[in-house]
């Protein structure tokens, strides 16, 4: 088994079939020992890791998921993701092996080239997102880390190039806001070997219709993805258009009771991935980790 198939496997091993992700704007709202105490119950229910992304506006990612790890007994965690923009090659690479080296297999680097609308935001050019991807890994490749500090990297992608360049340089995948059908499409393009850890956003709950349209009323009618590229292009590609929206809706969360939840974990897995995300939608951290709680014991 060659180094980064060990990295890959120990992933695995310690972080089991399912983890959480939490977004950032909740965090970012939320006092920090409030998040501290919530991160020590997200361990405490048996989850297998804890992931959230950084917005360029808000928490810094490394500093957020080492407030994670030292809050937490045995949680992996990841950056889903750890945005480029945000620093140089050399800095990413540093942040990341120190945590990795503080916190020895408990730690994911998920990197990612964000989208026009956020890099905009923050005064900086977004264009060439797969030629910029490829330069930086390179550049991190180029430095230097502890001996000790191994960890596995993976990158934001959707699309064929983007998971090309994934199976290519890094260990694997976290796809975001993605069905069932691009966990197929995501495996067939990394090949075996490569980590797949995609995000599915739930509503545990007995009334799923209400649920929708909580679901509906945070995310925008999918408004806000649907405007950028990267997401429409890869609904597009999986056959959904213009006028598919309930069905790209349903494919996207799944709402209903813990079983209805697992079932979809359980679809993803099927159909590739290693290890599924759940994303709790909520107004706040408590409403996510109580449905945290309700779903635990029906999952894999």
Not at 86 to 92: G, K, L, Q
Not at 183 to 193: D, H, K, V
Not at 249 to 274: K, S, W
């Amino acid at each position: 088994m060659t180094d980064r198939a060990n990295v890959v496997d120990g992933f695995l091993q310690r972080a089991g079939r399912v983890g959480v992700w939490v977004p950032p704007l909740v965090l970012d709202a939320t006092p920090g020992p409030v998040v501290s105490r919530t991160v020590g119950r997200i361990d405490d229910l048996g989850y297998g890791s804890l992931w959230t992304g950084e917005r360029l506006v808000g928490a810094e990612a490394f500093a957020r998921h080492g407030q994670f790890l030292a809050n937490s007994r045995r949680l992996v965690v990841g950056t889903g993701i750890a945005n480029l923009w945000a620093r140089v090659p050399e800095a990413m690479r540093g942040g990341a092996a120190t945590l990795a080296s503080a916190y020895p297999d408990r730690f994911v680097l998920g990197i990612g080239v964000s989208s026009a609308a956020v890099v905009d935001r923050v005064g900086e050019t977004y264009d060439r997102p797969l030629a910029r991807m490829r330069d930086y890994l390179c550049r991190m490749g180029e430095v230097e880390g502890p001996p000790d500090a191994t960890y596995p990297r993976v990158l934001a992608a959707l699309g064929p190039k983007m998971l090309a360049l994934a199976a290519e340089l890094t260990d694997g995948a976290h796809p975001f806001l993605a069905p069932v059908e691009h966990t197929a499409f995501a495996r067939s393009e990394l090949g075996p070997g490569k980590l797949l850890v995609p995000e599915l956003g739930v509503v545990v709950t007995d009334d799923p219709k209400t649920a929708r349209e909580t679901v509906r009323a945070m995310f925008g009618g999918l408004a806000n993805f649907s405007r950028t590229s990267a997401y429409t292009a890869n609904f597009r590609r999986l056959g959904y258009g213009p006028d598919d929206a309930d069905r790209l809706f349903d494919a996207l969360f799944v709402c209903g009771d813990p079983d209805t939840v697992a079932g979809r974990v359980r679809e993803h897995l099927d159909a590739g991935a290693d290890h599924v995300l759940v994303q709790p939608i909520a107004h706040d951290l408590a409403g996510i980790v109580d449905q945290l709680a309700q779903v635990r014991s029906a999952l894999p």
